[in-house]
């Protein structure tokens, strides 16, 4: 398993204010971003753009405002390959940490 880590200096709302199809258009803008400079994978997609596939986003159902990071899987898939991540996005600090298969 790889971990990458994403930085930015914008500060995001709590994680339980932010909707699920905010927490993916956060996480693919940042993938998009990051995929440009990961060669291999790259390489093993055959594409700078891959076609991504959403899995469901768990969330906490007890303590909904001590929820720091959500867990945002998806499927990148190109015309060579395909891989899953595991986008960890830190919503208040406003970064993504990325693990994959």
């Excluded at 995001?12 to 204010?17: F, K, T």
């Excluded at 986003?57 to 998806?74: G, H, M």
């Excluded at 898939?77 to 986008?87: H, I, N």
Aim: net charge negative; glycine share 6%.
């Amino acid at each position: 398993m790889l971990l990458f880590f994403s930085g930015s200096e914008d500060k995001g709302p709590a994680c339980y204010q932010v909707s699920d199809e905010q927490a993916r258009t956060f996480v693919k803008n940042d993938y998009l971003q990051r995929m440009k400079r990961w060669d291999n994978d790259v390489q093993l997609l055959g594409t700078e753009i891959p076609k991504i596939t959403w899995e469901k986003i768990e969330r906490s159902l007890t303590d909904v405002e001590d929820e720091k990071t959500l867990l945002v899987p998806f499927k990148a898939e190109g015309p060579e390959g395909k891989r899953m991540y595991y986008g960890m996005y830190h919503c208040e600090e406003g970064y993504v940490e990325y693990a994959n298969d």
